[in-house]
């Protein structure tokens, strides 16, 4: 028996509309949630709604408890990492208690059909009482010897000398003073022994200046060249990306022509001569004999650098003049690494402040739970010059966190003088409370 024409008409119009249906119907793929101190952030992930009108309802409760309270609706939003469905819908609650386990009910809903109308989720809020002090103590004194055992009565004279004792637990003691090195760290802590350096006074910095030029004195550092240039000896190769003069960062230009007719607009600088004269140039904007100020030339890439190491707390340093690499020059770096806390920090005339990192090629990132907070960050001088100038060649960045991975929290933090104040990439984590100019 042959099919009528009519049947096949009426066929294709029933296959057509069931594809129809199935593009605008809503299907849940997965899920996701993460936690902060007080916040807990969801995302559902799905396929389908090509007519865009799926909607999904939040609700949330303390485990145990009976009632369940409203949240914010979710939100559509698109662009998500590679590897996921494209579509989610997301949303946050907010204002929850610290270390406390909630349980989140999602319920999706399309005219059109879903395939699961309900999503339960659970999860705990971070805790941000960080144990420590379950290990040794270790002491820190400018005026300490590395071959001493590290005590109160006789410290080590180098942090770097205690970092590399660590073990769970620690606690890293350092006196007031001046220590003129990077501290890397790579040693654990763990979730239940926090690894802790701190300061146990608010004068102990980490400097990364070429001390000789820092100090005013009777001997002569500086020579005139001309026209209110100066110069001073360096090393064969040495180069450096910051340079301050009593506490204002200086531009660094190309060659010495530049430097005397400050034909970029700006009146002062420094030029590096490494291969030829072997000289570093410098002019005040005032023509003023650099002998008489504080010239800060960094020596050194980073202050503290937590290398592939979890669960430290760094707490009350002043960290200093670091940059002598273009792409460097971090205070304090957390490279590759989670569950880091910064605090209480003094942070200033560095290329970049406080810095988390992720690296590229790393199949396994830990970049994350990483805690900044109460810490003051700032470099001086960069607001004077013009605009493209300090964009293009000086900007920096006070709190980077555009590598990290997630669940980074950086709070009332008060930052100053960066082309960026603070940097987050997708998924770093939430900042707040931090006062930016």
Known sequence: MKNKPGTIILLLIFLGAAQVYSQDATTVVDSEIRSNFESIAVRVHFEGDANQNNSATMEYRKSGDT?????????????????????????????????????????VDDPDGVNTSQVDLSISTRDDNFPTGGGAEWFVSPDGDDTNPGTAEAPFKTIQKAANLVSLGDVVKVNAGTYRETVHITRSGS?????M?????????????WEDFQVIDDIDQW?????????????????????????????????????????SGVQGGYYLDNTGSKRI????PDGDDPDLHHVEIALLDYGFHVDNADYIIIDGFVTRNFGKDERRGISIY???????VVQNCTVSNSVYGIHGNLEDDDPNPRSRFMLVQDNTVFQN?????????????????????EGAEGNNVIRRNHVRGFVDGIVLGDGAGPAFNDDIH
């Open 381 to 401: 001088g960069l607001w004077e010059l013009p605009w493209a100038v300090a964009y293009r060649r000086m900007g920096g960045q006070g709190i980077n966190l």
């Open 334 to 340: 957390m490279d590759n690494c989670s569950h880091v």
């Open 281 to 284: 140039y410098i002019k005040l």
């Open 191 to 195: 979730a239940d022994n926090y690894i």
């Open 67 to 107: 009632d369940w309270l409203p949240a914010h609706p979710l939100s559509a939003i698109a662009g998500e990492p590679v590897g996921q469905t494209g579509k989610a819908l997301a949303g946050s609650i907010v204002f929850l208690q610290k270390n406390t386990k909630y349980e989140v009910r999602i319920t």
């Open 197 to 209: 350096f701190q300061a146990l006074d608010e004068n102990v910095i980490i400097d990364g200046a």
């Open 223 to 263: 020579t005139e060249y001309t026209q209110g240039v100066y110069y001073a000896a360096i090393p064969w190769g040495f180069d450096t990306h910051y340079c301050s003069v009593d506490g204002i960062r200086f531009y660094k230009y190309d060659n010495l022509s530049s430097l005397m007719s400050g034909e």
